[in-house]
T-cell receptor, first 111, second 112 residues
Framework: NAGVTQTPKFRILKIGQSMTLQCTQDMNHNYMYWYRQDPGMGLKLIYYSVGAGITDKGEVPNGYNVSRSTTEDFPLRLELAAPSQTSVYFC??????????FGPGTRLLVL | GESVGLHLPTLSVQEGDNSIINCAYSNSASDYFIWYKQESGKGPQFIIDIRSNMDKRQGQRVTVLLNKTVKHLSLQIAATQPGDSAVYFCAETSNTGNQFYFGTGTSLTVIP
């Protein structure tokens, strides 16, 4: 199993641009999550999903959107990128409301 | 919202010594806690977890202690090794159990 994979690894965006961060897991987990991690800080939950077709907001959802059309994929969409969205983004999955398996992260720089 | 905080942002220990990393949480209704290890440039990695009906749980070289009275969580690492150098996060579940709240993290440095 590849586990949780994320693409791209690194991206530079200009203010106002949009992009989609990809996340795929091959463990057949129902739960998937998107977090952001600012320098020297813990992780903040952006959105999560408890199964295909079901998504819900986390602590910091503003400026982001998600979809969950399949069990495997949970893309995160940034519309109108802002400097405040410069961060490292982690996707995670879990088989239940417990241990989460994290991807390697996507570093995003908005200039 | 919930608040999960750490007492010490950095910790340095000699190789072979025991390490103790502390975490305070604010939601007395939280019933599940996890410790994660994050190495530089990588995603968090599960270390150990504990439910609120327990006060201690042991893994390989790691022990988690939960004190619900004072809402305090600690991670003990026995015989700390250079490979243990990383940032350690505690996380707690929300009331619904669908969201996890992470602390700021403690950076552990092991001195050879």
């Amino acid at each position: 199993n590849a586990g949780v994979t994320q693409t791209p690894k690194f991206r530079i965006l200009k203010i106002g641009q949009s992009m989609t961060l990809q996340c795929t897991q091959d463990m057949n987990h129902n739960y998937m999550y998107w977090y952001r991690q600012d320098p020297g800080m813990g992780l903040k939950l952006i959105y999560y999903s408890v199964g295909a077709g079901i998504t819900d907001k986390g602590e910091v959802p503003n400026g982001y959107n998600v979809s969950r059309s399949t069990t495997e994929d949970f893309p995160l969409r940034l519309e109108l990128a802002a400097p405040s969205q410069t961060s490292v983004y982690f996707c995670a999955s879990s088989p239940r409301k417990e241990t989460q398996y994290f991807g390697p992260g996507t570093r995003l720089l908005v200039l | 919202g919930e608040s999960v905080g750490l007492h010490l942002p950095t910790l340095s220990v000699q190789e072979g010594d025991n390490s103790i990393i502390n975490c305070a949480y604010s939601n007395s209704a939280s019933d599940y806690f996890i410790w994660y290890k994050q190495e530089s440039g990588k995603g968090p990695q599960f270390i150990i977890d504990i439910r609120s009906n327990m006060d201690k749980r042991q893994g390989q070289r790691v022990t988690v202690l939960l004190n619900k009275t004072v809402k305090h969580l600690s991670l003990q690492i026995a015989a700390t090794q250079p490979g243990d150098s990383a940032v350690y996060f505690c996380a707690e579940t929300s009331n619904t159990g669908n969201q996890f709240y992470f602390g700021t993290g403690t950076s552990l440095t092991v001195i050879p």
